[in-house]
C-alpha cells in the first residue's frame, strides 16, 4: 500500500529490501517522537492527556537546499501583524528548528511593501547539514489543534539517508557578502509567505528552502499560533 500510495504520488521507491528497511527504520523514528521527551513535558506543562496526540508521518522529497528558512507571517517577537518575521540558514533546516549553536540570519518585512525586507542580523552558525537525493519522512500531529497547546516542532524529521555537517563559509557566502543579492532573495521568500498567508486566511508558520537555482520550495506550513 505504501509502495503504491508513493509511487502514485510521483516519489521514487525504495529499489530493494534494503532501501524499504532503510524507510521503515526512519518511519519508527519519526513516530516513536510522539514519546520522547520535549512532547511529554510539553504535553504535561499544557494540562493535556499525552494519549490525545495522534500521529501520521509525512514522506517527501528531500529538496537540495542551498538556503533553509522559517517564516511567521505575524511577526512573534512583537506581535505585529503588518510584519513578517524570518530565519534563514545555510543547507537544511535542521540546524535552525534543531536548535544548532549561534544564530541564523534573521529579517522581518512590513507586509505594505515586501519589496523592502531588512537585515536583523548576520548568521553565525559553523555548521550546515547536508544529504544526498533521498527521502525525509517528517511528523504530521494533530498537536496544532489541541486547545491550549502547539505541537509544532516537538518531534523528529528523519532522512532515508544521513545527514552529514560541512563547514559554513560567510566570507564566500553572498547572504552575507552581497547586499543585493541578500535584498532580493529574502523579498522574494516574504513574497511567497505573504501568498500562503493570503491562500489560507490565517497567519502562518511555514518552512521552505531556497534551491542553488534560486528556485523557493514551501515544505510545511501550519497555522501561527
Same mark, same amino acid.
Request: charged fraction near 20%; hydrophobic fraction near 45%.
Given at each position: 500500500?505504501?509502495?503504491?500510495? !508513493?509511487?502514485?504520488?510521483?516519489?521514487?521507491?525504495?529499489? +530493494?529490501?534494503?532501501?524499504?528497511?532503510?524507510?521503515?527504520? &526512519?518511519?519508527?523514528?519519526?513516530? &516513536? @517522537?510522539?514519546?520522547?521527551?520535549?512532547?511529554?513535558?510539553?504535553?504535561?506543562?499544557?494540562?493535556?492527556?499525552? @494519549?490525545?496526540?495522534? !500521529?501520521?508521518?509525512?514522506?517527501?522529497?528531500?529538496?537540495?537546499?542551498?538556503?533553509?528558512?522559517?517564516?511567521?507571517?505575524?511577526?512573534?517577537?512583537?506581535?505585529?501583524?503588518?510584519?513578517?518575521?524570518?530565519?534563514?540558514?545555510?543547507?537544511?533546516?535542521?540546524?535552525?528548528? #534543531?536548535?544548532?549553536? #549561534?544564530?541564523?540570519?534573521?529579517?522581518?518585512?512590513?507586509?505594505?511593501?515586501?519589496?523592502?525586507?531588512?537585515?536583523? #542580523?548576520?548568521?553565525?552558525?559553523?555548521?550546515?547539514?547536508?544529504?544526498?537525493?533521498?527521502?525525509?519522512?517528517?511528523?504530521? @500531529?494533530?498537536?496544532? +489543534?489541541?486547545?491550549?497547546? &502547539?505541537?509544532?516542532?516537538?518531534?523528529?524529521?528523519?532522512? !532515508?539517508?544521513?545527514?552529514?555537517?560541512?563547514?559554513?563559509?560567510?566570507?564566500?557566502?553572498?547572504?552575507?557578502? +552581497?547586499?543585493?543579492?541578500?535584498? +532580493?532573495?529574502?523579498?522574494?521568500?516574504?513574497?511567497?509567505?505573504?501568498?500562503?498567508?493570503?491562500?489560507? #486566511?490565517?497567519?502562518?508558520?511555514?518552512?521552505?528552502?531556497?534551491?542553488?537555482?534560486?528556485?523557493?520550495?514551501?515544505?510545511?506550513?501550519?497555522?501561527?499560533?
Amino acid at each position: 500500500a505504501i509502495e503504491a500510495a !508513493m509511487a502514485c504520488a510521483g516519489l521514487p521507491v525504495p529499489a +530493494d529490501e534494503g532501501r524499504w528497511g532503510a524507510a521503515f527504520s &526512519a518511519i519508527a523514528r519519526v513516530w &516513536a @517522537s510522539k514519546w520522547n521527551e520535549r512532547a511529554y513535558v510539553s504535553c504535561r506543562k499544557a494540562g493535556i492527556d499525552h @494519549s490525545l496526540l495522534q !500521529m501520521a508521518v509525512l514522506i517527501q522529497e528531500v529538496v537540495q537546499p542551498q538556503y533553509a528558512f522559517v517564516l511567521h507571517t505575524v511577526n512573534p517577537v512583537t506581535g505585529d501583524a503588518g510584519e513578517i518575521y524570518g530565519e534563514l540558514v545555510c543547507g537544511l533546516g535542521e540546524t535552525l528548528v #534543531g536548535n544548532y549553536p #549561534g544564530r541564523a540570519l534573521s529579517f522581518s518585512a512590513p507586509k505594505s511593501d515586501l519589496r523592502s525586507p531588512r537585515t536583523l #542580523g548576520f548568521p553565525s552558525k559553523a555548521v550546515a547539514l547536508l544529504c544526498p537525493e533521498t527521502l525525509i519522512f517528517r511528523s504530521d @500531529s494533530n498537536g496544532e +489543534d489541541l486547545e491550549g497547546y &502547539a505541537g509544532a516542532g516537538l518531534y523528529d524529521s528523519v532522512t !532515508m539517508d544521513a545527514a552529514y555537517e560541512a563547514r559554513v563559509d560567510y566570507s564566500r557566502d553572498a547572504i552575507v557578502l +552581497d547586499a543585493t543579492f541578500r535584498r +532580493d532573495m529574502l523579498a522574494r521568500i516574504v513574497q511567497v509567505g505573504a501568498a500562503v498567508e493570503e491562500a489560507l #486566511g490565517v497567519p502562518q508558520d511555514i518552512e521552505g528552502v531556497v534551491r542553488e537555482d534560486g528556485a523557493i520550495f514551501v515544505v510545511q506550513t501550519r497555522p501561527q499560533v
